[in-house]
Each structure stands twice: as structure tokens, then as C-alpha cells.
T-cell receptor, first 114, second 114 residues
Framework: EAGVAQSPRYKIIEKRQSVAFWCNPISGHATLYWYQQILGQGPKLLIQFQNNGVVDDSQLPKDRFSAERLKGVDSTLKIQPAKLEDSAVYLC????????????FGPGTRLTVL | AQSVTQLGSHVSVSEGALVLLRCNYSSSVPPYLFWYVQYPNQGLQLLLKYTSAATLVKGINGFEAEFKKSETSFHLTKPSAHMSDAAEYFCAVTLRGSNYKLTFGKGTLLTVNP
């Protein structure tokens, strides 16, 4: 079974530029999560989708971050414009249902904002 | 709101020695608790979980954890460390009825010395 795929794996941009990350969850997984992991901290949930609907986006900085999950399959997370403090690893996870013990994580995208 | 505190950002042990990684939680209702492991440049992998069944939980790679309500703790142990255990370990908590939103601790980096 293929795991959660993410691309790109690494991205370096300058502040005020825009960037997008892509995630393809495990086939058949209805729930998709985006986490932000800043160096030295644990992952923080940014947004949770159930199929193509948003379940929780309470910690998403909506003035600069946006995410979509069209057709309830793959998802894109965008930052526009980026700030220095956005430097982090962005992790995507998926689960077959809402039980968190079945969350499967992708390898992440490491973003560096200069 | 729930939270977890991981005591010790860095733990160093010798190969063959006991591994003890500490996690304390704060929750107003009975929690679900998890331990995840993250190897360099990889996503998170579930080690074990507590979901209100047996208080002593066994996971993969010889790890286990004991839920102690009186101490609000969920410490992770392994009797004998192996070089391959070197990684970062995260404790996480969630509550039923919260969309199973995971809240992670800051992580503990485990170093295993030969």
C-alpha cells in the first residue's frame, strides 16, 4: 500500500513570495490533515478535512494560509505572502476515519524562508 | 483544553540500557494518549496508543507505556536500547468529541551511545 505522498520535499523562498505544497493521501482515506512543525516543537494542526469539507481550521493563519481539497482526494496548502516565521516542516497525514490512531504521516516538506 | 509536557528535550542512554521518556498530560476528561517516533527527514510513525482499555500498552519495537491517572503520566519505556532507537519521540493527546484533534508535546531527542 502506498503511503502519503508530499511534494516538494524541500523549498527555499524569500519572504513575501508565495509557495504551495501538495499532498496525496493514502487511497480511500477520507480525513486529511496539515500540520506545521517548527524546529524544536511538536507538530501543530493547521487544518483538517473530512472528504472535501473543512472540519477544523482554527489554527490556520487565514490572512496568509489557504488550503483546499478538491474532489476529496489530494490537497494543496498555500502560503501567500510568506514570512520568516513560516520556516518549518509541513506534514500531511491521512486517516481512514476520525480515529487518530490511524493517522499516517507523509515525509513532510521543509520550507525555508529567507 | 488538553496539553502534554515532555520532560527533557534530550535523553542520552547507552546501548542496552533502559530507555525512559517522560510525558505528563493535562485534560479535563479522560484522554486518549499516543507516542510517535520521528526519524530524520521522515514523517511520524505511531509507536503505541492508550484509548481507555488496558493501562499498560505495548507498542512496536519493544516499547511500552503505562497510563497512570493519579500521576497524569504516560511515560514511554524500553528495557534495552538499540542503536536504531535513536530518533525524536513525541507524546500526543486527544479527546473524544474534539474531532480527535491531536495536541503534541515538544518532543524528546533520544541518543543511543555505543
Amino acid at each position: 500500500e502506498a503511503g502519503v505522498a508530499q511534494s516538494p520535499r524541500y523549498k527555499i523562498i524569500e519572504k513575501r513570495q508565495s509557495v504551495a505544497f501538495w499532498c496525496n493521501p493514502i487511497s480511500g482515506h477520507a480525513t486529511l490533515y496539515w500540520y506545521q512543525q517548527i524546529l524544536g516543537q511538536g507538530p501543530k494542526l493547521l487544518i483538517q478535512f473530512q472528504n472535501n469539507g473543512v472540519v477544523d481550521d482554527s489554527q490556520l493563519p487565514k490572512d496568509r494560509f489557504s488550503a483546499e481539497r478538491l474532489k476529496g482526494v489530494d490537497s494543496t496548502l498555500k502560503i501567500q505572502p510568506a514570512k520568516l516565521e513560516d520556516s518549518a516542516v509541513y506534514l500531511c497525514a491521512s486517516s481512514l476515519d476520525r480515529n487518530p490512531d490511524t493517522q499516517y504521516f507523509g515525509p513532510g516538506t521543509r520550507l525555508t524562508v529567507l | 483544553a488538553q496539553s502534554v509536557t515532555q520532560l527533557g528535550s534530550h535523553v542520552s542512554v547507552s546501548e542496552g540500557a533502559l530507555v525512559l521518556l517522560r510525558c505528563n498530560y493535562s485534560s479535563s476528561v479522560p484522554p486518549y494518549l499516543f507516542w510517535y517516533v520521528q526519524y530524520p527527514n521522515q514523517g511520524l510513525q505511531l509507536l503505541l496508543k492508550y484509548t481507555s482499555a488496558a493501562t499498560l500498552v505495548k507498542g512496536i519495537n519493544g516499547f511500552e507505556a503505562e497510563f497512570k491517572k493519579s500521576e497524569t503520566s504516560f511515560h514511554l519505556t524500553k528495557p534495552s536500547a538499540h542503536m536504531s532507537d535513536a530518533a525524536e519521540y513525541f507524546c500526543a493527546v486527544t479527546l473524544r468529541g474534539s474531532n480527535y484533534k491531536l495536541t503534541f508535546g515538544k518532543g524528546t531527542l533520544l541518543t543511543v551511545n555505543p
